[in-house]
């Protein structure tokens, strides 16, 4: 047998058993994995690649270890489901961040963590300011929660006594330009339409418009291929090269 027959065959054995052993430890995404579980994956993959491309190794003592990492895997999110210890030793555990406007600087150097990267954490919870928390707790997956300070959160209608209806789910219509038509089909709308309702926001044309979707009470978001941002927006205090 060639050597591309036996690439072949291995990495078809190889494929299958990587699928049964990814299928076995759940559908974590990635952005959910802790570091000990994005490590075993990579573990994995090397060792399928090694086994599939380097014909100078017996394949079977690295079929034994790709399903010994795979399995030791699964032991220990079992056991850890099981043991709070050993989920502590795996996952480790929340750290306080921020307490009522105040940075935990300590925690900070344990994690070496940056106040730049608490600060675009926080943005991405739509927090621009360090006194609008109550308190900020690094999860272990990495993820940051953030509790508004009262004076900050937002008056929802139930606060006010205000019956509200659901947006819905938003239908697009145009994407980077391109008219959705069967989402118009839907809707039970036409083209006609669409240009009437982009001709009230000044655009003349779908290739105008990067995206445009419209919620259960007909209101039409649109973002213009050309962003109307002004230069004082510049996050950064990077000056650049003279």
Known sequence: MGEVSVVLVRSAITFFNLLILCRLLGKTQVSQLTFFEYVSGITLGSLAAELSTNLSLRPWPVFVGLFAWGGFTLLTQLVAL???????????????????????????RRLRMRESELAELLRSQSVFHFDEVEL???????????????????????????PASSRGLGIELVVDGEVMDQNLRRLGVNR?????????????SPAEAFLAVVDADGKLYVDRYTD???????LSDYPGPN
Request: charged share 25%.
């Open 228 to 234: 109307r941002v002004p230069k004082s927006h510049d």
């Open 136 to 162: 900020a707790v690094l999860e272990p997956r990495g993820t940051l929660s953030v509790l508004r300070t009262a004076d900050t959160q937002p008056v929802t209608p139930a606060d006010l006594g205000i």
């Open 82 to 108: 099981k043991s709070r210890w050993m989920a502590k030793m795996l996952d480790g555990e929340p750290v306080i961040l921020v307490y009522r406007g105040q940075i935990l600087e300590e925690n900070l």
């Open 192 to 204: 006609t339409w669409l240009m009437a309702k982009l001709k009230e926001q000044g655009i003349r």
